[in-house]
Structure formats: structure tokens, C-alpha cells
């Protein structure tokens, strides 16, 4: 359970991340930190293991796993917000399709990836098909529901499309027109849906919890889509 000091140190650099790259380093820095120590609270060690992190973005999460041990491939659709990092090797392509060979990874790290997955199923596949056999990924999203699942465009995604996007250009200086066009790529992703999705992969769920809260709302039932502000999956590849 994350300790008083772990919700303060995450509200001042979430509150300084878009200030600059560095400062979103540091964001993304504190919560692999804070993946780590969950990780490790489910005797799940990263150190020596063969690490992919989808959708890398800046890097921070690379760059935290390397540090404690693990041989790190980074993987993004894009390099341009991505700084070398010692130990960490970068891989520009398409998570959908992914150019490495079957059971490649001993860890998958995947978060905050798959709502922006026009189609999520091969995304699911592509982490099974490189994951080694009995080797576990880490999948984690904001359900959209939540207060914070439609990202730029909360808290109006509760008004529908159109209002969240009228409003969302007024208030935010959105550029997006809809949910999905180039400025937007935000797919309504629900717990219940990403669950479907692993077990019809064959994978074995370990754990679902949300993320650095005392309260796991993601077992709630019914209510789980409104109050799991960012939902963890544990998934195994069946051996």
C-alpha cells in the first residue's frame, strides 16, 4: 500500500510535468518507481530479465527498470520526445505488429497504451506472441469512465463526444475534432472489455488492483469503470 509521502511526492511532479521534458522525465521517473515497489510486493524482480516497455514515450520507465537490473528494449511508434539511455536500446515500431520473435521477453510493460489502440485485440496478441511462456506483463490503462479516463478531455467525456470536444477546445485549447483524428487517438477502454481481451489470449490474470490506492476499486462491482482512476493488470502467459 503506498505510504502518505508516496501520494505527495506524486501530486508535486504530476503537478510540474508539462512545464518541460525534464520535468516530465521526473514524472514518469517517480511512477515506475512507484511500479517497482508494486512489483516487487508481488515477488516480481526485473533484475536480469529481458525487458520490452511498449510505448516508451520519454523513457523514464526505461530508464528506472534499467537502473534496477533489467536488459530494457524500448518500444514507441515515434523517437521524437525519446533520449538515449544507458543500457536501454530503443525500437521504432508499430505495437500492433511488432518486428521481434516469438517468446522474446521475460516482462512486458505496456501502461497507458491500449486506449489509444484503435484495435486492442492485436495488441494483446502481439504481447502474448513475444512474451516467453510462463512470463508475466504488466497492462495498465484509465478506464475511461473514470474521472480521469478521457485524458485532454475530462472531465466532459461524461457529456458525450461532441459536448467533450467543444468544450475541451474552448477550455484546453484541444486541437482534436473527435475522439479519434491525428490530435486525439483516445478509444473508450473499460475493464470489463481489457479482461475479455487477455483471457481470450489465453492468458492467466493474476492480479487486477488499482494503481496507488489504499482501496482496490477495480473489484468493485459495477462500480469499478467509475472509480479505478488507473486499473494494473497482472497477466501470465500460460506455460
Not at 116 to 124: A, D, G, R, S, Y
Not at 131 to 152: I, M, N
Not at 158 to 170: D, N, T, V
Request: glycine fraction near 6%; include cysteine.
Amino acid at each position: 500500500m503506498p505510504a502518505l509521502k508516496d501520494y505527495i511526492g506524486f501530486y508535486r511532479v504530476a503537478r510540474t510535468r508539462s512545464r518541460s521534458h525534464n520535468h516530465y522525465i521526473r514524472f514518469e521517473d517517480y511512477q515506475a518507481n512507484l511500479v517497482i515497489k508494486f512489483l516487487k510486493s508481488r515477488n516480481i524482480s526485473l533484475k536480469g530479465k529481458k525487458i520490452l516497455d511498449i510505448g516508451c514515450g520519454r523513457g523514464g520507465y526505461s530508464r528506472q527498470f534499467a537502473i534496477e537490473g533489467a536488459k530494457v528494449t524500448a518500444l514507441d511508434i515515434t523517437r521524437e520526445y525519446f533520449q538515449n539511455i544507458e543500457n536501454v536500446s530503443f525500437s521504432l515500431g508499430d505495437a500492433t505488429k511488432m518486428s521481434f520473435k516469438d517468446n522474446s521477453f521475460d516482462f512486458i510493460f505496456c501502461s497507458s497504451i491500449i486506449e489509444h489502440i484503435k484495435q486492442p485485440e492485436k495488441l494483446v496478441s502481439e504481447i502474448h506472441r513475444v512474451l516467453k511462456k510462463g512470463a508475466v506483463c504488466y497492462l495498465s490503462f484509465p478506464p475511461f469512465w473514470s474521472p480521469v479516463g478521457s485524458h485532454q478531455f475530462k472531465p466532459f467525456h461524461y457529456l458525450g463526444e461532441k459536448a467533450a470536444i467543444k468544450l475541451s477546445r474552448f477550455f484546453y485549447k484541444v486541437r482534436s475534432f473527435t475522439y479519434d483524428d491525428k490530435y486525439g487517438k483516445l478509444y473508450i477502454r473499460k475493464i470489463s472489455q481489457v479482461k475479455k481481451l487477455v483471457k481470450n489470449q489465453d492468458f492467466k490474470i493474476i492480479s487486477i488492483t488499482t494503481r496507488m490506492s489504499p482501496i482496490n476499486f477495480a473489484k468493485v462491482p459495477l462500480l469499478n469503470e467509475l472509480l479505478t482512476w488507473h486499473v494494473e493488470f497482472i497477466i501470465e502467459k500460460r506455460a
